[in-house]
C-alpha cells in the first residue's frame, strides 16, 4: 500500500477557536448567564462560571497554542462586557480585549476576531434582542466602538457566528435562550442577524479599508432518509436550502428568498469578504407531514453511523470535503473556522482529525481556496446546553482547578502545524486505525453536491 505524505499549502494557516462565553468566565451580564441559572437547560445543572478563566489568563493558553506552532487563534468580544448598559461603553473591558490582542500578535498568532458568538447583554435579550429591527443599528454601534478600539491590532472579522444555529436552537427547538418554538420567528431571527451582519461589514469597512470581514457559517450536511423516497428526498432538499443555502444566496446577492422573505436588499449584496466553515456533522431527514414546524421533517437516526460522545451527531469526515465543495461555488476565500470533536478521553479524536484533514487535503488539490482550519478548540471549555459534559479540548481542564492537561491529539496537530504536512509516521504512531481510510483512495471525491 502506497503510504504516502499530505503536504499543505505554504502559507495554509493552521490555527484554534474559541468563544468569550465559554472560556473568559464570570460573564454574567448576558443572556445565557441567566439561562444557565434555570433549572433543567444544562445538563447536570452545569454552569459556566469560572470557565477557562480567561479573563485574567488567557496569556498562559495563547502560550501553548504558540508552542504548538499555531498560526492564528480566533476568539470572540463579548458585547455584555463592552457594552455593559445601552450606550455606556466600558474603556477598561475594550482594554483588556486590546492586551489579549496584542499579546496574540506578539507570540505570532494572528487574531481572528469574531463580533458576535451566541450571547448578547442582558439589556438587549430584554428588549427581545435580534427579533426587533432595531438590534441592528445597535450591533453597528457596538461593533463601530470595537473596531475604533481594536483595529489596530486585528484585521480579520468574524461579523456573527452561525447565525442558521442561533436562529434554530433559539427560536425554533428552543433550546438555547430565549426558548421559544416559532418558526416565523426563527425566519425574522435569522433576517435580522444578516442585516446586522451587513451593517457590521459596512462599519468595519469604513474604519478599516483594508479588513477582512467574514462570517461562520454552520454547515450541516443533510440527506432523505431513504434517498428512494420522494418526500424524503424534496424534504431534505427543503431543509438543506433552509438551513444552508438560503442564507448564503442572501449574502452574495442580496436576494432574501423564501421560507425568509421575498426581498432584493442590495446592502446584504457582496459584503463577505470570506466566507466561514463551521463542519461537525450530518443529519437524515425523512418526511413527516405532522410537523410543519420542523419543515415537516423529523431526524432518523442512521443505524451504520458512528456516533459522537454524547450524542453529538454522527462523526462524518467526508461531510467536510462536500460543505467546501459547497462553499466555493461562492467564489471567497474560504476559512474553517471550526472543526472538532467531543472526545474526553482522546480515543477517538486523533483518527478524527486525521480523517477530515485528509478531507481538506481532497479539496486542496482541487485549488479549492481554502486559507486556513481553525480546530475547535484549545482547551475543553463551556459547553452551552452539554455544560462541562462534552470535550472538545487539545487539552484537558478541570474547571474546579483550572489544571490544563495536554492530550495525544494536541501533539499530533502540533506536528501537522509545524510539518505542515501529514506524514505516515504520524499516522502511525496516533492513529494507526486510520490507515485504510485515509489510503489509498478510501476518501475520494463522493459525487457532485446540489446547487447553493
Ligand atoms: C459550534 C459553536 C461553538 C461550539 C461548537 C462545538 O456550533 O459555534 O461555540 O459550541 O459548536
Not at 462570517?215 to 432538499?237: G, I, K, Q, W
Not at 454524547?310 to 462524518?316: A, R
Request: glycine share 8%.
Amino acid at each position: 500500500m502506497l503510504k504516502a505524505t499530505f503536504h499543505f499549502p505554504p502559507d495554509f494557516i493552521w490555527g484554534v477557536s474559541t468563544s468569550s462565553h465559554q472560556v473568559e468566565g464570570g460573564n454574567e451580564n448576558n443572556q445565557w448567564w441567566d439561562w444557565e441559572a434555570e433549572e433543567g437547560h444544562i445538563k447536570g445543572g452545569d454552569r459556566s462560571g469560572a470557565a477557562c478563566d480567561w479573563w485574567h489568563r488567557a496569556e498562559e493558553d495563547f502560550d501553548r497554542a504558540a508552542e504548538m506552532g499555531l498560526k492564528s487563534l480566533r476568539l470572540s468580544i463579548e458585547w455584555s462586557r463592552v457594552e455593559p448598559e445601552p450606550g455606556r461603553f466600558d474603556d477598561a473591558a475594550l482594554e483588556r480585549y486590546r492586551s489579549m490582542l496584542e499579546g496574540l500578535r506578539q507570540r505570532g498568532l494572528e487574531p481572528m476576531v469574531t463580533l458576535h458568538h451566541f450571547t448578547n447583554p442582558r439589556w438587549l435579550e430584554k428588549q427581545g434582542a435580534w427579533i426587533n429591527e432595531g438590534t441592528i443599528a445597535y450591533f453597528a454601534r457596538y461593533v463601530e466602538r470595537v473596531v475604533q478600539a481594536l483595529g489596530h491590532e486585528a484585521r480579520l472579522w468574524c461579523t456573527i457566528n452561525e447565525p442558521n444555529v442561533y436562529a434554530s436552537l433559539g427560536y425554533l427547538i428552543g433550546d438555547f435562550p430565549p426558548g421559544h418554538h416559532d418558526l416565523k420567528e426563527g425566519l425574522l431571527v435569522l433576517r435580522h442577524l444578516l442585516e446586522g451582519h451587513a451593517a457590521a461589514y459596512h462599519t468595519i469597512h469604513r474604519l478599516q479599508p483594508t479588513a477582512q470581514v467574514g462570517l461562520a457559517h454552520n454547515f450541516l450536511v443533510v440527506e432523505p432518509a431513504n434517498p428512494r423516497a420522494f418526500l424524503d428526498r424534496t424534504a431534505a432538499r427543503l431543509s438543506d436550502w433552509a438551513y444552508n443555502g438560503m442564507l448564503l444566496t442572501a449574502l452574495q446577492k442580496g436576494l432574501l428568498l423564501p421560507p425568509m422573505g421575498t426581498a432584493y436588499l442590495p446592502h446584504l449584496r457582496r459584503t463577505l469578504d470570506w466566507i466561514g466553515l463551521n463542519y461537525y456533522s450530518r443529519i437524515h431527514l425523512a418526511f413527516d407531514r405532522h410537523a410543519p414546524e420542523m419543515l415537516y421533517t423529523r431526524i432518523v437516526a442512521d443505524e451504520k453511523a458512528e456516533m459522537m460522545d454524547g450524542n453529538y451527531g454522527e462523526l462524518y469526515p467526508k461531510g467536510l470535503y462536500r460543505a467546501l465543495k459547497r462553499l466555493a461555488r461562492l467564489n471567497l476565500p474560504i476559512y474553517i473556522t471550526e472543526n472538532g470533536i467531543p472526545d474526553a478521553d482522546d480515543d477517538r479524536r486523533p483518527r478524527a482529525l486525521l480523517l477530515h484533514l485528509r478531507q481538506l487535503w481532497w479539496a486542496l488539490q482541487e485549488n479549492l481556496p481554502i486559507r486556513a482550519y481553525y480546530h475547535w478548540t484549545l482547551v475543553d471549555n463551556f459547553e452551552w446546553i452539554d455544560g462541562w459534559s462534552l470535550r472538545f479540548g487539545l487539552f484537558e481542564l478541570d474547571p474546579a482547578t483550572q489544571a490544563r492537561k495536554r492530550r495525544p491529539s494536541a501533539d499530533l496537530y502540533a506536528a501537522i502545524a509545524q510539518g505542515n504536512a501529514i506524514t505516515p509516521d504520524l499516522v502511525e504512531a496516533y492513529a494507526p486505525e486510520a490507515w485504510e481510510h485515509l489510503y489509498p483512495d478510501a476518501g475520494a471525491p463522493p459525487a457532485e453536491e446540489a446547487a447553493l
